[in-house]
């Protein structure tokens, strides 16, 4: 059964503010109008993209047998603040701890990978929302946004490196691993130089 603690749910709700605030300031380009036009925005996209991913993880971790639990990182936060200031973001406001007596290194690969294809889901998803034919630009924008944010979470999460989802998905089995990073990559991609590429 999937509990949530008073403290798991706090964490998610101020990662999910912080992080929706940082792409909005980010977007934004230092237009306070426009930063609190998007952050409706972000909030709705970034707050899907993050949310389900880190449940992603929880949800295989637990069907694995393990008790797992989502923990703010506040200097993961402090740091993307920091970095979305210079233009980039290096998001790592968290993750989902697990425990158990043995964790192999496929279902640790599993779980890892769970998170980043949520957000490779979420992303086509936005994808084809963003060709539905309408006459809301809110719906549009949450479309477009919620497709380059989902793929850039993605591609970001599968770098193989210590802190991130990709170095476990790597160590488990690098052809998994290639193909989503690849993946996501031409997502996210598509997503920063448009649909013609």
Same mark, same amino acid.
């Given at each position: 059964?999937?509990?949530?603690?008073?403290?798991?749910?706090?964490d998610?709700?101020?990662?999910?503010?912080?992080?929706?605030?940082?792409?909005?300031?980010?977007?934004?380009?230092?237009?306070?109008?426009?930063?609190?036009?998007?952050?409706?925005?972000?909030?709705?996209?970034?707050g899907?993209?993050?949310?389900?991913?880190?449940?992603a993880?929880?949800?295989?971790?637990?069907?694995?047998?393990?008790?797992?639990?989502?923990?703010?990182?506040v200097?993961?936060?402090i740091?993307?603040?920091?970095?979305?200031?210079?233009?980039?973001?290096?998001?790592?406001?968290?993750?989902?701890?697990?425990?158990?007596?043995?964790? +192999?290194?496929?279902?640790?690969? &599993?779980?890892?990978l769970?998170? !980043?294809?949520?957000?490779? /889901?979420? $992303?086509?998803?936005? @994808?084809t929302?963003?060709?539905?034919?309408?006459?809301?630009?809110l719906?549009?924008?949450?479309?477009?946004?919620?497709?380059?944010?989902?793929?850039?979470l993605?591609?970001?999460?599968?770098?193989?490196? +210590?802190?991130?989802?990709?170095? &476990?998905v790597?160590?488990?089995? !690098?052809v998994?691993?290639? /193909?989503? $990073?690849?993946?996501? @990559?031409?997502?996210?991609?598509?997503?920063?130089?448009?649909?013609?590429?």
């Amino acid at each position: 059964m999937v509990k949530f603690t008073s403290h798991e749910v706090r964490d998610i709700f101020i990662s999910m503010f912080v992080i929706a605030f940082i792409f909005a300031y980010l977007f934004s380009r230092n237009n306070v109008n426009v930063l609190i036009t998007l952050f409706p925005v972000t909030f709705i996209t970034v707050g899907v993209g993050f949310v389900l991913h880190e449940l992603a993880h929880k949800f295989v971790a637990i069907r694995y047998g393990f008790q797992a639990e989502f923990k703010m990182w506040v200097q993961g936060l402090i740091f993307a603040i920091i970095t979305a200031y210079f233009g980039f973001v290096f998001a790592a406001p968290g993750a989902v701890y697990i425990h158990g007596d043995y964790i +192999s290194r496929e279902e640790n690969g &599993k779980i890892s990978l769970a998170g !980043p294809v949520t957000n490779i /889901i979420l $992303a086509l998803f936005f @994808l084809t929302l963003m060709f539905v034919p309408t006459s809301s630009q809110l719906i549009t924008m949450i479309a477009t946004f919620g497709f380059a944010v989902n793929s850039f979470l993605a591609f970001f999460n599968l770098i193989p490196v +210590s802190i991130l989802d990709g170095a &476990k998905v790597l160590k488990w089995n !690098p052809v998994v691993w290639g /193909i989503t $990073a690849v993946l996501a @990559l031409i997502l996210t991609v598509k997503a920063m130089f448009g649909m013609s590429v």
